[in-house]
């Protein structure tokens, strides 16, 4: 779990999403707790030079699977290996949170594949470079109690936003799909070879 993550000193951990919330959060935790990070977002709001320079930022858009290799092979180039990534990312379209009745094919189209169908290619590509680097790697995909529960639509009564049935949708598909990479990892040959 996360704890066990930040007990590891000079340990090298990718956390995507890093200039959101939870991203950033789990950045400052990691790094309070000597972790070297390599900070991966498409914008960055903070001050970079608040971070030492052993810590390695990658400003890209990780919604492109040519970037997400990118910043494997980057961080690999400058810590010799990654022990770990945590996988915060949370790109959604400008008219995200529209209710279920006024959905547009494009934009649910675009919030699935970058949020669940990006998640599934970050781990086949993360899993795949443990495999092939013989890491006994950490890979943290990060849902969301809706991934189980029920919304509670009554707590956004008085509140101009909802809860978006994408969300639970892509929320529920993480946990699914972190169930299945685990299964076939562990329940069959596939630790021998790539995916």
């Known amino acids: 779990g996360l704890g066990d993550v930040y007990k590891r000193q000079n340990k090298v951990y990718i956390v995507t999403g890093a200039n959101g919330r939870l991203g950033s959060a789990l950045t400052d935790h990691l790094i ?13 709001k903070f001050n970079k ?11 890209s858009d990780l919604t492109k699977e040519k970037n997400i290799k990118k910043l494997l092979a980057e961080g690999k180039k400058k810590y010799g290996s990654i022990d770990g990534v ?16 006024s959905l547009n094919a494009k934009s649910l189209k675009e919030n699935l594949f970058k949020q669940l169908g990006v998640t599934i290619l970050t781990a086949q590509l993360v899993i795949n470079y443990f495999l092939k680097d013989k890491i006994k790697g950490k890979l943290i995909l990060i849902s ?8 509670k639509f009554n707590h956004y009564k008085g509140l101009n936003m909802h ?5 639970t949708a892509i929320k529920s598909g993480i946990i699914s799909m972190t ?3 685990a299964c076939l990892l562990y329940t069959s040959d596939a630790a021998d ?3």
């Open 49 to 59: 030079t608040n971070y030492p320079k052993e810590h390695l930022i990658f400003k």
């Open 193 to 195: 070879d790539s995916l």
């Open 144 to 151: 969301s109690i809706q991934g189980v529960r029920s919304p």
């Open 86 to 101: 945590i996988h915060c990312l949370y790109p959604k379209t400008k008219d995200w949170g529209t209710p279920a009745a």
């Open 163 to 167: 809860s978006p049935v994408e969300y």
């Open 179 to 181: 169930k299945y990479f």
């Open 32 to 44: 309070k707790n000597s972790a070297k990070v390599i900070m991966a977002d498409q914008n960055f």
